[in-house]
């Protein structure tokens, strides 16, 4: 867990929402910050790599206009998984999460709120992020032995090809799509740095 704060792009939101205080910056631009949780999946030269973990303001994946949401997993500190999220339209349709990775359990090491990772918080595979190990972060728990090995197959480090980015539900993904470039055949692959050490540390 970590005070964290980062461009809210264009928005016309000023002051405390959802959690979230907005400010302005440098050139009239807009930031917004909050209580950020994230969990670590690999370890650099004085910081952690992350990966996000978010509740989409209680709606988990099925937010609206939320990209690669199969690139997500529930994450939970009780002792059992907790359901994926649906709800029922006024017609009467179920709308239900289809998350195909494996939940990924947290060994709670605070008391109180901070323990509880509740039903909604799901880890994002898609995004990473630095953490510099100089900036103050409360370690909340880590994550289980026994969900490890899923939490680096699936992390952002080991995306499989078949998996491309996903756009937002009722958006074509032509758009997503890259062309590959030319001799890309020839080049060699570059490998990883910062992945050989995998820290459990559930980073919140």
Known sequence: MVL???PAGITKEKGAQNGSQFSTTYLNGTAYTEIRRFVVIGEGYGNSICSPIHTYSGQATLKSNLPDPKQHAIIYTSKHPPEERSYATEDGTIVKENLPKEPIRVIPEQEGDERDLGDLSRVNYAKIYTVEHYVRVLNIGKVHPSSMASLEKNC????RSDEPPQPPRG??????KREPKKNDSTKKKSSRSGTSKKDTRYDN
């Open 171 to 176: 958006q074509s993904s032509s758009s997503s």
């Open 4 to 6: 964290w704060t980062e």
């Open 156 to 159: 952002m480090f080991n995306r």
